[in-house]
Structures are given as structure tokens and as C-alpha cells.
T-cell receptor, first 114, second 113 residues
């Protein structure tokens, strides 16, 4: 049983560019949450998707947007990249009605903005 | 505003010793308190979690102590092993509704052989 799969594992982008990160949730999960983890910091909640809609959003600018597809997979898009967007981006999946039972993180995408 | 404060930032413990990491929270609506373990290049993995209706929970060598009145909780790792060397994060959430986690800044634990 595959866990949470994120792609790519690493990428390097230039300031001002746009990037798309992808997440496939664990089998049976329907909710996807995205977190940003800066170096030496704890993960910070970006937003959460359920039933293809953004359900909650953390304190992140509109440059951060997302999408959830009918198969529950999700994308995180970041526009107009800044150097400060360099971080590990984590996806977590869960089943909506089970709260934190089975809440599982992927290994993340390491984004470097130069 | 940091809602979950974690200390210490780093910790060195000898093999066989006890590792203790502390966290304090501000939001009294939080009702779910997990601890996560993260190895380099990996995502956080749930270690143990507690809810405020109990003051202590033990799973193997790992114990959470919870003090609701002080709004504090701590992780104790008994008989610490080199394989426990990792970064540990406390977190908090309101379990009802849409589930999101507020994390502490992390503690880098090194267990020396």
C-alpha cells in the first residue's frame, strides 16, 4: 500500500518563475493538506483541499494556490517565486471523517529558489 | 504569533539516558497534541499523541505528559538510542472540523553512542 507520494523530490527555480508541486494521497484518503517547512523550522500550514475545494487556508499570500482533482490528488502552485519560498513542501493526506487517524505526510519536495 | 513553543532547540543525550522535550501552547481550544519524528530527507512521522482527557500516555519507550492547567506537554524518551537521533516536533490542533496542525519549531536530538 503506497503512502503519500510527492513529485518532484527536488527542483531549482529562478526568482519570478512559477512552480507546480504534485501530491498523490494515500489510498482511501480524500483530504490533502499542504505545509511549508523552512530550514530549521516546523511545518507551517498552507491550505487544505477536500471535495476539490479549498477548505482552510493558513497565513500565506495569494501567490500560493492549489487544486484537487477528482482522484483526490492535489497540486500546489506558487507564482512569482521569491528567495524566501525556498523550503521543503510537505503534503499530508487523511480521511475527512476520521480526523487525524491515519494522517500521513509525504517525504516532501525540496524547492530551491535562486 | 507562535501558538506552540518548543524547547530546547537541540539536545545531546548519552545512549541509555532520558531525553525530555517540552512544549507550551496558547490556544485553549486545542484538543489533540501529537509528537512527530523527522529524519533528514523524510516527512514527519507520527510518534505518539495525546488528548487532554488524560495526563499521561505511554507507548514503549515514549511517554507524553500533559498538564492542561499549565497548557504544557512534554515528550520523554526512555533508554535513548542512537537510532532515536532525529528532529522532534510537537504539534497541536482542534480535532473537530477540518484538521490542520500547528507545529513547534522542533528539537534536534543527538544520542551519542
Amino acid at each position: 500500500d503506497a503512502g503519500v507520494t510527492q513529485s518532484p523530490t527536488h527542483l531549482i527555480k529562478t526568482r519570478g518563475q512559477q512552480v507546480t508541486l504534485r501530491c498523490s494521497p494515500k489510498s482511501g484518503h480524500d483530504t490533502v493538506s499542504w505545509y511549508q517547512q523552512a530550514l530549521g523550522q516546523g511545518p507551517q500550514f498552507i491550505f487544505q483541499y477536500y471535495e476539490e475545494e479549498e477548505r482552510q487556508r493558513g497565513n500565506f499570500p495569494d501567490r500560493f494556490s492549489g487544486h484537487q482533482f477528482p482522484n483526490y490528488s492535489s497540486e500546489l502552485n506558487v507564482n512569482a517565486l521569491l528567495l524566501g519560498d525556498s523550503a521543503l513542501y510537505l503534503c499530508a493526506s487523511s480521511k475527512r471523517l476520521q480526523g487525524f487517524y491515519g494522517y500521513t505526510f509525504g517525504s516532501g519536495t525540496r524547492l530551491t529558489v535562486v | 504569533q507562535q501558538q506552540v513553543k518548543q524547547s530546547p532547540q537541540s539536545l545531546i543525550v548519552q545512549k541509555g539516558g532520558i531525553s525530555i522535550i517540552n512544549c507550551a501552547y496558547e490556544n485553549t481550544a486545542f484538543d489533540y497534541f501529537p509528537w512527530y519524528q523527522q529524519f533528514p530527507g523524510k516527512g514527519p512521522a507520527l510518534l505518539i499523541a495525546i488528548r487532554p482527557d488524560v495526563s499521561e500516555k505511554k507507548e514503549g519507550r515514549f511517554t507524553i505528559s500533559f498538564n492542561k492547567s499549565a497548557k504544557q506537554f512534554s515528550l520523554h524518551i526512555m533508554d535513548s538510542q542512537p537510532g532515536d537521533s532525529a528532529t522532534y516536533f510537537c504539534a497541536a490542533s482542534m480535532e473537530s472540523g477540518y484538521s490542520t496542525l500547528t507545529f513547534g519549531k522542533g528539537t534536534m536530538l543527538l544520542v551519542s553512542p
